[in-house]
């Protein structure tokens, strides 16, 4: 069983950088999968990041190419998500997941434990 807290969130103007970070318990963190998630107000839950349980593979969505890096400090047990250039539309609650795999897939029905959330909101 995992436990993720996400921390880092808070209020912006655009252009501005965030660092959110994920910690998790148990030992077994190495070996899974870790993935950034955001849903903004009357949107769905969308992928945004993710990261192989090495760290050797990573994956982006689309409008955050460029901008947002996905990291992950397996001795420390947490991942990361550095966030550059931020425009008002990332404004969401950012959650982190955990998948029991090694592997990053995109639906989040493949992962398994979630973090509560941290609010990022971006004003122009």
């Known amino acids: 069983q995992v436990q993720l807290v996400e921390s880092g969130g808070g209020l912006v103007q655009a252009g501005d950088s965030l660092r959110l970070s994920c910690a998790a318990s148990g030992r077994t963190f190495s070996r899974y999968a870790m993935g950034w998630f955001r849903q903004a107000p009357g949107k769905a839950r969308e992928f945004v990041s993710g990261?192989?349980?090495?760290?050797?593979?990573?994956d982006y969505e689309d409008s955050v190419k460029g901008r947002f890096t996905i990291s992950r400090d397996n001795a420390k047990n947490t991942v990361y998500l550095q966030m550059n250039s931020l425009k008002p539309e990332d404004t969401a609650i950012y959650y982190c997941?955990?998948?029991?795999?090694?592997?990053?897939?995109?639906?989040?029905?493949?992962?398994?434990?979630w973090g509560q959330g941290t609010q990022v909101t971006v004003s122009s």
């Open positions: 990261i192989s349980m090495s760290g050797g593979y990573t």
């Open positions: 997941a955990a998948r029991t795999a090694g592997t990053v897939v995109v639906p989040a029905s493949n992962y398994n434990y």
